[in-house]
Structures are given as structure tokens and as C-alpha cells.
């Protein structure tokens, strides 16, 4: 009898454990496709913050030329003969 439920023991020992290998393995999964698409946002937030980047740095050169051209009004302002 004792041989019996050792059988039904391990049986259900080893039914548990496939149980919990397949658990573990469909978390493994989501994870692994989690990662993924974390991998995707933050390739599409770098390239974001990179055209955002270059808008500014080209604000920044039409600001600038903006204000190389008032200075030159108003030396031609005070020079006249310049």
C-alpha cells in the first residue's frame, strides 16, 4: 500500500512540477516580449528626442542669425557710410 501512494505521490509531484515549468516558462515569455516592446518605445523616444535635438540646434542658428542681423542694422544705423 505505502509502495502505492509513494507512486501517487511522485505522479503528482511530477504533475505539479511540469505545472510550474510551463508557468515559468509563459511568464518567461511575456517578459521576453515585454522587453521587446520596451525596446521598441525607447527606440522611438530616442529618435524623438534626436529630431527634437536638431529643431532646437536649428532655432537656435535662426535666433542667432536674427539678432547678427539687427546688429548689423544698427551699425549701419549709427555708421551710415558702412
Request: charged share 40%.
Amino acid at each position: 500500500m505505502s509502495r502505492v501512494l509513494t507512486l501517487k505521490t511522485g505522479r503528482a509531484s511530477a504533475v505539479a512540477e511540469r505545472e510550474a515549468k510551463a508557468a515559468l516558462e509563459e511568464e518567461r515569455e511575456a517578459l521576453t516580449e515585454k522587453v521587446r516592446r520596451l525596446r521598441g518605445a525607447d527606440h522611438a523616444l530616442l529618435a524623438d528626442k534626436e529630431e527634437l535635438q536638431a529643431a532646437l540646434i536649428r532655432s537656435e542658428e535662426e535666433r542667432l542669425e536674427l539678432a547678427q542681423e539687427l546688429l548689423d542694422m544698427e551699425v549701419r544705423d549709427w555708421h551710415p557710410c558702412v
